[in-house]
């Protein structure tokens, strides 16, 4: 039996049906009739269809997009192509549907509608050319300004998904004068403060959101905003308005991940609120008993080390990052993070450089490369490769140097007490090991399998082969000991134990017996502790020509050092103590006019140095080029510079270069390059510079820049033409 309303919209279509007969239902018509049928055609058929599988795919896409907490949460989710791959068939038949409309229906009321579906879904797609031109075309062509106001906002959205700032403003400033619906409030303030909060811009971003917060309804994107909100406070330092929102979150209908970060973070905020809050005390020790967080006592961990570590309590926070890698969370990201906290105390408070190099390497194995920190994480991870490796020789040579002063009878009893020792701490590793192993065969798992290695901290341990950070330190400790050896039987033998230690020349004495990992307990006076006995001393720097050898190379890693320092971990004091050190030792050192120049550089304006050293550069080396980079003509014409251009300076100067006015335009480079020193443009300018030099100090010159060039810009995308100018001497000076 047909029910009522069936019967009555049946009436209705065929009353269209035969009103259109009558007055000719052509798309283009404007009279009555035809209006209403393509209205109602279009909102009944394509335009409903193609509104449904948008907001389908976008349910999906929601539930299937995983928040990375330790982020600042967005305030809208973005528009990832990646993520639509699993609904591109719902996209694609909303795109189809809406273009129905467009082409069949075009005196329809539901075409604006129909053409911001048909934008949003290539945006999706990942089609931006498509969408926006979609999105433009209502703004241009719509005959609803309500609709019209839509598009700009999803259009400014679009902008600032694409990092296009100043678009996204624009379109925000147009559409702060228009009269909206409430609807179309709410989204054009979320957007907005979307806009500020990806710009970096949080009080504004938060200043939109506390206006915008009446506006929403309780549920759990309301509780996602809020979030949000406490997040970017957090980053003001705001920790008490933080809170405020972390509440806000469990009073919107959470998911549990999110309303576990909230808490966290709360937990954490008291804490930096009231630094004597006893950690025991605010329920982290509730929360791990708790069995709904089983996955997530890693993030539990990871905070109680984050507050350890802000009371300068580094073995206790130490201690709960262990424990945070150790609890195995599903969440990979998460122990990326771990990694990294762990890198950076190793760093920083220790000055554990081997170590933190070993973390850096394992939070990159597993960290998301389209998060913020990865490029500054794999910077740093290789700036600390070059680092590690210079930091090591000066070790090793410092200490090989201090065997030599020993005399003869002195310098056998050390090499033997260093044998003996690594010896004793071999066997007692050994039996710790197998104690472990026994243990674990009785207790079935796999903690505290491992000997104390080269973390050492605490006593909760899991098997090496599960941390990818010991064992990259495992790595780099045996090919430090053994150099790369071939996979083979026997490869511990004491006869190639003193061969393979000859043969790749170890770094330091100390380091070279760090790990003896012999088959058979030695004896000394034994040939096996004879053998490594010479080997040991071999090393040492007891001629003249091996101590100049020695104090060469460390002249050369100090001096690596000092740069990596000043320009790969961006940390001037230690730079600067590092350049004075290099000056004390070595008070003729060749590198003695740049490293002047570098620390008048490096000092701040208030140091009172700072002028001594431009001072001693002028002086000692007056006719150098660092000399002219730090005269009164450059400093008067970095002063005079102040913001200007580099581009339009940069082409200035290769105008008058390319004018064959070689004199001059040497002169306005070396009294700009000082102004745009740390700017994208410095190592173009050092580059134009070698080539004037070239044409008008003569080859020597040259020769000098280009060596100065290399070392100064060791980074720079043109190192490989200078060095091939530099190693092909046939090449006509000042060639480009």
């Known amino acids: 039996m047909i029910s009522r309303s069936l019967s009555y919209f049946l009436s209705v279509i065929y009353v269209l049906l035969i009103t259109c007969c009558f007055s000719a239902c052509s798309q283009y018509s404007s009279r009555p009739g035809a209006v209403t049928f393509h209205n109602v055609s279009s909102r009944y058929n394509a335009y409903f269809i193609a509104e449904q599988d948008l907001n389908e795919a976008e349910f999906t896409m929601k539930k299937a997009y ?119 409030i709410k989204n054009f303030y979320l957007t907005k403060a979307y806009l500020h909060q990806q710009n970096g811009e949080y009080l504004t971003s938060v200043a939109i959101l506390e206006e915008t917060f009446p506006l929403l309804e309780k549920s759990p994107e309301t509780a996602r905003i809020h979030f949000a909100a406490a997040q970017m406070y957090d980053k003001m330092g705001q920790y008490a308005l933080a809170n405020k929102h972390y509440k806000s979150v469990s009073r919107n209908k959470p998911g549990y991940d999110l309303g576990f970060y909230s808490s966290m973070n709360s937990l954490q905020n008291r804490v930096f609120l009231n630094p004597k809050t006893d950690l025991s005390s605010i329920g982290f020790n509730k929360m791990l008993r708790d069995r709904k967080n089983e996955d997530l006592k890693d993030r539990i961990y990871f905070t109680m080390g984050l507050l350890a570590e802000h009371r300068k309590e580094i073995p206790k926070a130490l201690d709960y990052l262990q424990k945070a890698v150790a609890s195995g969370g599903k969440n990979q990201v998460q122990k990326a993070y771990t990694y990294l906290q762990l890198a950076r105390i190793n760093y920083e408070s ?21 998060v913020p920190e990865y490029r500054l994480v794999s910077d740093r991870k290789k700036a600390l490769d070059a680092f590690v490796t210079q930091f090591n020789i000066v070790y090793a040579e410092d200490s090989l140097q201090k065997l030599a002063q020993l005399n003869p009878a002195a310098l056998d009893n050390r090499i033997d007490q260093i044998i003996e020792e690594k010896e004793r701490a071999r066997i007692e590793q ?81 380091s070279v ?8 307990v030695m004896t ?124 339009k300076a940069y082409e200035d100067a290769y105008m008058l270069y390319s004018k064959g006015e070689f004199n001059k335009a040497l002169e306005d480079v070396e009294k700009n390059l000082p102004a745009y020193k740390g700017s994208i443009m410095e190592d173009k300018f050092a580059l134009l510079r070698v080539f004037m030099i070239g044409k008008v100090r003569g080859k020597e010159a040259y020769t000098q820049a280009i060596g100065e060039f290399i070392r100064l810009y060791p980074n720079s995308i043109y190192l490989p033409r200078l060095k091939e100018m530099q190693e092909l001497g046939t090449l006509s000076a000042g060639k480009r």
């Open 350 to 370: 220790l000055e554990r450089f081997d170590l933190s190099k070993a973390y850096y390497d394992s939070a990159l194995t597993v960290l998301p490369s389209e």
């Open 66 to 184: 995983r928040e990375d907490y330790n982020q600042l949460v967005p305030i809208l989710y973005p528009m990832d192509s990646v993520l639509s791959q699993s609904v591109k068939p719902q996209l694609l038949d909303a795109i189809k549907k809406a273009s129905i409309v467009a082409e069949k229906h075009q005196n329809s009321k539901w075409l604006d509608n129909s053409y911001i579906i048909l934008g949003k879904s290539r945006l999706y797609l990942g089609e931006w050319a498509d969408g926006l031109e979609a999105l433009r075309y209502v703004y241009a062509n719509g005959k609803d300004e309500s609709d019209k106001n839509d598009a700009l906002i999803l259009l400014m959205r679009a902008y600032i998904i694409k990092k296009d700032f100043s678009n996204a403003l624009g379109v925000a400033e147009y559409l702060s004068g228009q009269a909206m619906k409430k609807a179309s």
């Open 430 to 510: 050994e039996k710790k090991a197998k104690a472990d192993l026994a243990k674990a065969k009785n207790t079935g798992s796999p903690i505290a399998l491992a000997p104390s290695g080269p973390i050492g901290i605490g006593n909760e341990r899991r098997w090496e082969l599960y941390d990818a950070a010991l064992v990259n330190q495992g790595k780099i400790e045996f090919r430090r000991t053994w150099g790369n050896r071939v996979l083979e039987d026997n490869w511990r033998r004491s006869t190639k134990q003193a061969q393979v230690i000859a043969a790749n020349n170890p770094v330091a004495v100390d």
């Open 524 to 647: 000394k006076g034994s040939p096996a502790w004879m053998a490594l006995h010479e080997t040991l001393k071999k090393n040492i720097p007891l001629t003249e020509a091996q101590l100049l050898d020695s104090r060469k190379r460390k002249e050369d890693a100090l001096y690596n050092l000092g740069k990596i320092y000043r320009f790969d971990l961006k940390e001037p004091v230690p730079s600067v103590a590092t350049f004075k050190r290099l000056l004390n030792e070595f008070p003729n050192t060749q590198y003695k006019d740049e490293i002047y120049y570098l620390l008048y550089l490096t000092l701040e304006d208030t140091s009172p140095d700072k002028l001594t050293w431009r001072s001693k550069l002028l002086n000692e080396f007056p006719n150098s080029t660092y000399a002219r980079l730090v005269s009164d003509k450059a400093a008067e014409s970095r002063e005079a510079a102040g913001a200007n251009n580099p581009l």
């Open 513 to 520: 017996a760090k790990s003896e990992p012999v088959e058979e």
